[in-house]
Each structure stands twice: as C-alpha cells, then as structure tokens.
C-alpha cells in the first residue's frame, strides 16, 4: 500500500516537474513577450506567437499624479514666469514687457542655443485637441481636454508655430504625443513674444486661455501644474 501511495505522489511530482518546464520554457504569448512601452518585446522561447491584445503605452496609463513634461529639461527652463507672479511692466523679468496681472500658467524659456532649433512641444496627458488656431497675446496655440484627478481640465500650450500643430480637432492625444513646435521668438508665430512655452492649466471643462487675471482669488481656478510633473 505505501508503496502504491509513493508511486503515485512520485507520478504526481514528475508531472508538476513537466508541467512546469513546459510552462517557464515552451510557455505561451504571455510568459514569452513583455509589454514595454506600448511595444511586445520576446523574452524567453523565442519560437511562442506575439500576444494577440494590444501591448498598453506607459504614458497612456501614467497616474495623474505624473504627468509628461511638455519639454525636454522642464524644470530648469522655469526662470522668469512661473505659475502666480504678479507681472507689471516695471517689475517684469521679461523687459519689456507688455502684460499686466497674476500668471495663470507657467512659462518654460528656450535656451539660448535654441533660438534657431526646433523645440518639440508635447501633450502633457491624455485627451483630445480642443482648439488650435492663431491668437492675439500667444501666436499659434493649441488647447486641449483632459483630467486631473478625476477632475476635468484645460491645458493651454502658447507660443506654438501653428503651421507644426499637425493633429486634428477631437483627435486624442496621449501623454508624450508630439503637438508641435516652439514659434520662432519676436516673430508673428509667437505674436511678438520672446521664444517660451507657456502652459496654462484651468480647471472644469470650459476652456479659458488668459494668460493673466487681475484678481489673485481667481487663480484659485488655475492649476499650478509644475507640481505634478516629471522630468
């Protein structure tokens, strides 16, 4: 009888043995191909067939919490306009300088090396491009949809060369997706403005693109978005 029973438990384990080798090394789609970056990658038999369901981008699946970069060296291109300051033409940064108000956006400068290179210019999350066309104060702009923490939000991008904003009204943009380019700087691309990004986040789904208020309070319906993002 024990001897039957260790019989049994010994085929028992040879089958898990082979099952296992079959599942680590033959295995199937899943075990065999990684999902890097919207892209299927083989890793293991390199003989198992590529998964038949998209491969997800990890900027479209990005917490809101991280949100793209609108431009490469983010964060050290904040040096004259960021989110809230008050701007008059006696204490600009910006000399001279023609605005007057609370920033509701921030501004992300050109480096000086840049002054005559493209500046490729992203989404900074997901959602479809709401507006694009020429306006007083920005040159080409682009505006476009999306949440924040569950919360609808507006994004400003100003200073665009309109002529570079290929994508079509409504067309989703995911986060990292390519909007256009920086105008050329004192130049009716960026009506007359040196050359800069500057990215306006409004919240609720109505879309207002001032890029200055009078009344501080109301900077209260404007995101500082700096806070959210990563290089």
């Not at 501004?107 to 989404?123: G, K, L, R």
Request: hydrophobic share 35%.
């Amino acid at each position: 009888m024990k001897k039957k029973i260790f019989k049994i438990i010994l085929i028992l384990f040879l089958i898990f043995v082979v099952w296992a080798f079959i599942r680590f090394v033959i295995g199937g789609p899943e075990d065999n191909w990684i999902c890097d970056d919207g892209q299927w990658v083989k890793h293991g038999n390199p003989s198992a067939p590529m998964p038949s369901e998209k491969c997800p981008a990890t900027s479209a699946n990005k917490p809101a919490s991280e949100l793209s970069a609108p431009i490469d060296r983010a964060i050290e291109r904040i040096t004259k306009k960021p989110f809230g300051i008050k701007i008059s033409p006696q204490n600009s940064p910006v000399q001279p300088e023609r605005f007057s108000g609370y920033h509701t956006g921030i501004d992300f400068e050109a480096f000086p090396d840049e002054a005559e290179t493209d500046v490729p210019i992203s989404a900074i999350c997901n959602g479809p491009l709401a507006v694009k066309k020429y306006a007083s104060d920005y040159g080409g702009m682009a505006v476009q949809k999306c949440k924040l923490e569950n919360q609808d939000i507006t994004i400003v991008y100003g200073h665009l060369k309109l002529s570079s904003i290929t994508a079509i009204i409504n067309q989703q943009l995911l986060s990292g997706d390519k909007i256009g380019i920086l105008g050329k700087g004192f130049s009716t691309e960026t009506d007359g403005e040196r050359k800069h990004l500057h990215l306006g986040t409004h919240k609720g789904a109505t879309i207002n693109t001032s890029g200055y208020i009078y009344n501080q309070t109301e900077l209260n319906n404007w995101i500082d978005i700096a806070k959210y993002l990563s290089e």
